[in-house]
């Protein structure tokens, strides 16, 4: 699961960088309002507010959440649309099921269930002393992780748990040693979020758009594609960071028992954690309420069972988020235990297994910035605006058929990506391709759902993903290092997305 920004926002902005920042928006704002475009009245108005609103996600003047609030306040104020309609998509039912999935991920957090997950994972016995294993062994659980919690969250769990493991006892030092093992496990972190709906912001992004646009898109649906093109990518990931940065043992040709890169064993530290809790327990059935919910409705649409009409209308994803939560909030999270002070006392008052003032420090600005994004979106369907940039993006380029617009589009936002959110990415190209689409006349599902997939693949600067952000603050990675096996990862993730469309979507009948 994805953070708000590629890294977030700053804290702190100079009065030289705000003041030129803000003016260039409203400066945009004013060319686009009075530039003649062949449009209606509220598309001209919305182009305006668009292109103020594109310049502060890309320059984070504001943070990007603060920016995705002012979106319906300015459509309002343009003319563009009333309060209701502009406000309304600031609480979709998609939106719902990020909240429900985060508040999840809070309490594994807090109980320690996703440390326990994860150290159960790597202590797997035939890993042995396989460096290429155990390189591996990260890379998986930093996908199955991020599939259902955030990027930055997993790599921050999983880093120390492989540092550990490594330990410091190569003479080679620990630069080229363990620059490989933590660059793979933080891009297996980046990619893990492609798996599931709720795995990156992007993904429900497109999904609404393509709701919007008449498609309906299942949760199993994103599964179906979205998991594969995954596990596509990280098979693809390991063989490229094996040949450019290998594990010692295989670099220099010894024995794979080499104590480099497996000093240790996991064993200790899954002991170290203890026997279950029941704020464990409670969050893991919570957990998995939520993923049956989720996947059940359309595996039941897929054998044409009777219950499927049930499901779809009664339990919906958001709805089936907020009752998963509902267990957290309603479990204490241990047995209540009496007073010692008197026994009249009675007994002592037991926290829940998620407290609220504990579930209320889920990231907001990711739900803002969702919201604020759909309204921005729905708007540019309505007005006809996303029809005119689609007109105008095909007048551009030539592009004239499904297969070029969907290769075009990846490789346009992993390289757009590297500097700006990918969920702001998502906001302002989902509308525009689907807009693309329609004027040509072909599926906008492989184009969009392409252009999700890869505003999650940027590898190359520290700055472009959390996951980035933390390894090289380990010091073991230098930039010019990521910036060259990032670039090559790009490229290779780039082509793995594009391959998994067009085999994909046909079978699926998408395309």
Same mark, same amino acid.
């Given at each position: 699961?994805?953070?708000?920004?590629?890294?977030?926002?700053?804290?702190?902005?100079?009065?030289?960088?705000?003041?030129?920042?803000?003016?260039?928006?409203?400066?945009?704002?004013?060319?686009?309002?009075?530039? =003649?475009? #062949? !449009?209606?009245?509220?598309?001209?108005?919305? /182009? @305006?507010?668009?292109?103020? $609103?594109?310049? %502060?996600?890309?320059?984070?003047?504001?943070?990007?959440?603060?920016?995705?609030?002012?979106?319906?306040?300015?459509?309002?104020?343009?003319?563009?649309?009333?309060?209701?309609?502009?406000?309304?998509?600031?609480?979709?039912?998609?939106?719902?099921?990020?909240?429900?999935?985060?508040?999840?991920?809070?309490?594994?957090?807090?109980?320690?269930?996703?440390?326990?997950?994860?150290?159960?994972?790597?202590?797997?016995?035939?890993?042995?002393?396989?460096?290429?294993?155990?390189?591996?062994?990260?890379?998986?659980?930093?996908?199955?992780?991020?599939?259902?919690?955030?990027?930055?969250?997993?790599?921050?769990?999983?880093?120390?748990?492989?540092?550990?493991?490594?330990?410091?006892?190569?003479?080679?030092? =620990?630069? #080229? !040693?363990?620059?490989?093992?933590?660059?793979? /496990? @933080?891009?297996?972190?980046? $990619?893990?979020? %492609?798996?599931?709906?709720?795995?990156?912001?992007?993904?429900?992004?497109?999904?609404?758009?393509?709701?919007?646009?008449?498609?309906?898109?299942?949760?199993?649906?994103?599964?179906?594609?979205?998991?594969?093109?995954?596990?596509?990518?990280?098979?693809?990931?390991?063989?490229?960071?094996?040949?450019?940065?290998?594990?010692?043992?295989?670099?220099?040709?010894?024995?794979?028992?080499?104590?480099?890169?497996?000093?240790?064993?996991?064993?200790?530290?899954?002991?170290?954690?203890?026997?279950?809790?029941?704020?464990?327990?409670?969050?893991?059935?919570?957990?998995?309420?939520?993923?049956?919910?989720?996947?059940?409705?359309?595996?039941?649409?897929?054998?044409?069972?009777?219950?499927?009409?049930?499901?779809?209308?009664?339990?919906?994803?958001?709805?089936?988020?907020?009752? @998963?939560?509902?267990?957290?909030?309603?479990?204490?999270?241990?047995?209540?235990?009496?007073?010692?002070?008197?026994?009249?006392?009675?007994?002592?008052?037991?926290?829940?297994?998620?407290?609220?003032?504990?579930?209320?420090?889920?990231?907001?600005?990711?739900?803002?910035?969702?919201?604020?994004?759909?309204?921005?979106?729905?708007?540019?369907?309505?007005?006809?605006?996303?029809?005119?940039?689609?007109?105008?993006?095909?007048?551009?380029?030539?592009?004239?058929?499904?297969?070029?617009?969907?290769?075009?589009?990846?490789?346009?936002?992993?390289?757009?990506?590297?500097?700006?959110?990918?969920?702001?990415?998502?906001?302002?190209?989902?509308?525009?391709?689907?807009?693309?689409?329609?004027?040509?006349?072909?599926?906008?599902?492989?184009?969009?759902?392409?252009?999700?997939?890869?505003?999650?693949?940027?590898?190359?600067?520290?700055?472009?993903?959390?996951?980035?952000?933390?390894?090289?603050?380990?010091?073991?990675?230098?930039?010019?290092?990521?910036?060259?096996?990032?670039?090559?990862?790009?490229?290779?993730?780039?082509?793995?997305?594009?391959?998994?469309?067009?085999?994909?979507?046909?079978?699926?009948?998408?395309?």
């Amino acid at each position: 699961m994805s953070n708000v920004g590629n890294t977030g926002p700053s804290e702190t902005i100079g009065w030289g960088r705000l003041a030129a920042g803000l003016s260039g928006a409203a400066l945009l704002f004013a060319l686009m309002w009075l530039l =003649p475009v #062949p !449009v209606s009245d509220p598309a001209h108005h919305l /182009l @305006a507010v668009f292109v103020a $609103v594109v310049f %502060l996600w890309v320059t984070e003047v504001l943070p990007v959440g603060a920016t995705a609030l002012m979106i319906a306040p300015l459509m309002i104020l343009s003319g563009v649309t009333d309060a209701k309609s502009a406000f309304e998509p600031y609480a979709h039912p998609l939106l719902y099921l990020f909240v429900g999935g985060f508040m999840i991920a809070r309490a594994m957090a807090r109980h320690g269930l996703d440390r326990r997950i994860a150290l159960s994972l790597v202590s797997i016995p035939w890993l042995g002393s396989s460096p290429a294993r155990v390189r591996m062994a990260f890379m998986a659980t930093g996908l199955l992780l991020s599939m259902w919690i955030s990027n930055v969250a997993t790599t921050a769990i999983l880093v120390p748990i492989l540092l550990g493991l490594i330990g410091d006892e190569t003479s080679e030092g =620990p630069g #080229p !040693v363990l620059s490989g093992g933590v660059l793979s /496990l @933080a891009y297996a972190c980046s $990619v893990g979020g %492609l798996g599931t709906p709720v795995g990156s912001p992007p993904n429900l992004i497109a999904m609404t758009a393509l709701q919007e646009s008449g498609f309906e898109f299942t949760f199993l649906d994103w599964v179906k594609i979205g998991l594969p093109t995954s596990i596509l990518m990280i098979g693809m990931m390991y063989l490229v960071l094996q040949w450019m940065s290998p594990p010692p043992a295989i670099r220099a040709g010894v024995s794979q028992s080499s104590k480099h890169l497996t000093h240790g064993t996991a064993e200790p530290q899954v002991k170290g954690v203890g026997p279950w809790s029941r704020g464990e327990r409670v969050t893991a059935v919570s957990f998995g309420l939520a993923v049956v919910g989720w996947i059940a409705p359309g595996i039941l649409v897929a054998l044409e069972a009777p219950a499927a009409q049930w499901f779809e209308q009664y339990l919906p994803p958001a709805a089936v988020a907020m009752f @998963a939560v509902a267990v957290l909030f309603a479990v204490p999270a241990h047995r209540p235990t009496k007073s010692l002070a008197s026994s009249s006392a009675g007994k002592l008052p037991v926290p829940r297994v998620l407290p609220w003032s504990d579930a209320a420090r889920i990231d907001w600005g990711v739900v803002v910035l969702f919201g604020g994004g759909m309204a921005l979106g729905k708007q540019m369907f309505e007005t006809g605006l996303a029809a005119y940039l689609g007109e105008g993006f095909v007048e551009l380029t030539g592009v004239r058929d499904l297969w070029p617009l969907t290769f075009a589009v990846i490789f346009f936002t992993i390289f757009f990506t590297e500097t700006c959110s990918n969920t702001a990415t998502s906001n302002m190209l989902a509308p525009i391709v689907v807009g693309v689409a329609t004027t040509l006349g072909v599926s906008p599902i492989p184009p969009v759902i392409g252009m999700a997939l890869a505003a999650s693949c940027a590898f190359m600067l520290p700055i472009a993903t959390g996951p980035n952000a933390i390894v090289f603050g380990t010091g073991l990675v230098d930039s010019r290092q990521m910036m060259r096996i990032g670039l090559v990862l790009n490229l290779v993730c780039g082509v793995a997305i594009f391959i998994a469309m067009r085999l994909l979507s046909p079978l699926y009948g998408w395309a």
